[in-house]
């Protein structure tokens, strides 16, 4: 398959017209155009250390576990991610139903959400490796059977993101460009993926032209901030070569009518830890309080 660039045609606010929007319309029409919002001070500081302990603690446990949904960084065992981590604890659980979050996706995406993927990314100082350019629709699309681009990431920042210890670098616009990317996927890709993504990238080309057009832009934010953008949009990170730890969770949103189908390639669906298939049922969104993200 050749690596090209398709206009996009679907829609990336689908809320109705006159819903009332839960931030600011000059923040909805933001998204619109550049396909991410950084929203600062959005988790107070109690809020964030009571989910730091959390981080910590699945941290600390995850470091003797075997199972896939711990993913390390290559060639040590430092934990690179862990996914499906609403399962895994009460108190992500709670902050991925959160109406700051889980309201503010429902509304983009126009209707009921369910969690496609969960999992909390860490990038320890020295240590922490860069995650290369792409577009997270063009592998939901190709690998899950997701649909349409009717999906958003929503980060939160539980350590400071500086411009200088790895933050998500993203092409402002490149959401309303679809790139086919080069290639065949193999059997098991995502075992590789998760670790450096290798296969299925976007060619020079491409990245240059989508740059180009929309520039590069760091997302960097105080802890407690919280990022949110388009499944279409172009992002990927540097390494962490500073002492700096940064640490974030994140939570996939879909539109429960976008729930995925059989893969678009001629391979099984990949697991049910990076792709939820079982449980689409609208999430229950909740007001949380400060006490809610005390550790389990």
Known sequence: MQSSIVPRTHPVVWAPAGTPAPVDQALISQYERDGFLVLRDVFSPQEVANLQAELDRLRHEAQADE??????EK????VRSIFKVH?????????AADQRLAGLA???LGEDVYLHQTRLN?????????FYWHSDFETWHIEDGMPLPRALSISIALTDNTPHNGPLLVMPGSHKH???????????????SLQAQEIGVPSDENLHRLASEGGLVDTAGPA????????NLMHGSNSNITHLPRSNA???????????QAPFCQQPPRPEFIATRRNVSPLKIRSNRAEDFLPS
Do not use: W
């Open 75 to 78: 060639g040590s065992r430092q």
């Open 122 to 130: 860490y990038k320890p100082g020295f240590h922490g490796k860069e």
């Open 106 to 108: 429902s509304y983009l």
């Open 250 to 260: 994140f939570f996939v949103y879909n539109a429960v009518s976008n729930a995925v």
């Open 224 to 231: 407690g901030s919280v990022l949110i953008f388009d499944s």
């Open 67 to 72: 199972r896939p949904e711990i993913v390390t």
């Open 87 to 95: 399962e895994l604890s009460a108190v992500f659980a709670r902050l």
């Open 178 to 192: 679809y790139v086919v990317c080069e290639g065949e996927t193999p059997p098991d890709n995502y075992q590789m």
